[in-house]
C-alpha cells in the first residue's frame, strides 16, 4: 500500500480539532505511543529508503516503510501487521541481528474523514504538529486547504527530521 503525507508544524491544536470536527472527522485515538525503530547495526534499511518501527498505543503494530519520493510530499510504501506480544516480536527481531536504533514517546490524537487521516502529535519541548495522511497527493492537498493551512507550511518530512 502507498501513503502520501504532509506533517505541518507549529499548529493551534485546538483550532485544528475544532476545524475537524466541524468536517465530520472523527476521533479515533486519544493517547501516548511507544515507538522504537529497529535496523541492521550497519543501517542498512535507513541507507536505503527503508524503515522499520514497532509501535504500541492502542494495539501494537510492526510497521516496514520504504520510501517512494520525498519531494512535496512524503509517498512511501507500507506494510503493517497488528502485533499478539510486543515482547516476543521484540524478541524475534533482536534474533534475526535487528537493534533497536531509536526509542520515543508522543502523545498522539487521531482523527479519521473517510480515508484520510488527521495526527496530532506531540513530543515534549516541541509544539504540536498535524500529520495528514491520504491515497492521493490530491486528497493530501485538499484536507491542508480544508483545514486553513497552505501546501508551503506542508512538508514531506519524517518525525525524526522535525525533532
Known sequence: MHEVEVKILEIDKNKVIEKLRKMGADRIFHGNLQVSYYDYPEDSLMKNGKMLRLRTGKRTELTFKQKISREK???????????????????????????????????????????????????????????????????????????GFSMEEAKPWSGGEVI
Open 73 to 147: 510530499y512524503k509517498v512511501m510504501e507500507e506494510h503493517e501487521v497488528v502485533i499478539n506480544d510486543e515482547n516476543a516480536m521484540k524478541e524475534i527481531l533482536t534474533k534475526i541481528g535487528l537493534c533497536e536504533t531509536k526509542k520515543m514517546t508522543k502523545h498522539r490524537t487521531s482523527y479519521v474523514l473517510k480515508n484520510i487521516h488527521f495526527e496530532i502529535d506531540e513530543f515534549p519541548g516541541i509544539p504540536a504538529l498535524l500529520e495528514i495522511e491520504a491515497p492521493s497527493e490530491e486528497d493530501v492537498k485538499e484536507n491542508v486547504e480544508n483545514l
